[in-house]
Nanobody
Framework: QVQLVESGGGLVQPGGSLRLSCAAS????????MAWYRQAPGEQRELVAA???????NYADSVKGRFTISRDNAKSTAYLQMNSLKPEATAVYYC?????????WGQGTQVTVSS
C-alpha cells in the first residue's frame, strides 16, 4: 500500500519561509511526476508546482520566483521551498505523485501565513 506523508506546514508571518516535504512509502516505483497542490477554504484545489523525473519544473504564476520544487528520487521524496510567503498562500498543501499510470495523494499539511 502506497502512502504519502507531508510535513513542514505551520504558521508563518508574511515574508517568511517554510519548507514542505512529502515522503512516499510502500510499493511505489518509477515515480514520474511529483507535484504540490493547495486548496484554500471555499476554493478549488490548484496546482502550485510540479517536477518531472527529468527535473523539468512548472509553477503557478502566483508563486514563480518565490517557490522552488525539488525531488530526491532515492528517498522518493518531494520538497517545496516557499519564500516570501503572502497571506494568500494560506491553504492546505497536498502532495501528488504519479507512478505507472496511477496517482497518489497525501493527506495534506496546513500552511497559514498571518501576522
Amino acid at each position: 500500500q502506497v502512502q504519502l506523508v507531508e510535513s513542514g506546514g505551520g504558521l508563518v508571518q508574511p515574508g517568511g519561509s517554510l519548507r514542505l516535504s512529502c515522503a512516499a512509502s510502500g510499493s511505489i516505483f518509477s515515480i514520474s511526476t511529483m507535484a504540490w497542490y493547495r486548496q484554500a477554504p471555499g476554493e478549488q484545489r490548484e496546482l502550485v508546482a510540479a517536477i518531472t523525473r527529468g527535473e523539468m519544473t512548472n509553477y503557478a504564476d502566483s508563486v514563480k520566483g518565490r517557490f522552488t520544487i525539488s525531488r530526491d528520487n532515492a528517498k522518493s521524496t518531494a520538497y517545496l521551498q516557499m519564500n516570501s510567503l503572502k497571506p494568500e498562500a494560506t491553504a492546505v498543501y497536498y502532495c501528488k505523485m504519479s507512478s505507472l499510470g496511477r496517482a497518489y495523494w497525501g493527506q495534506g499539511t496546513q500552511v497559514t501565513v498571518s501576522s
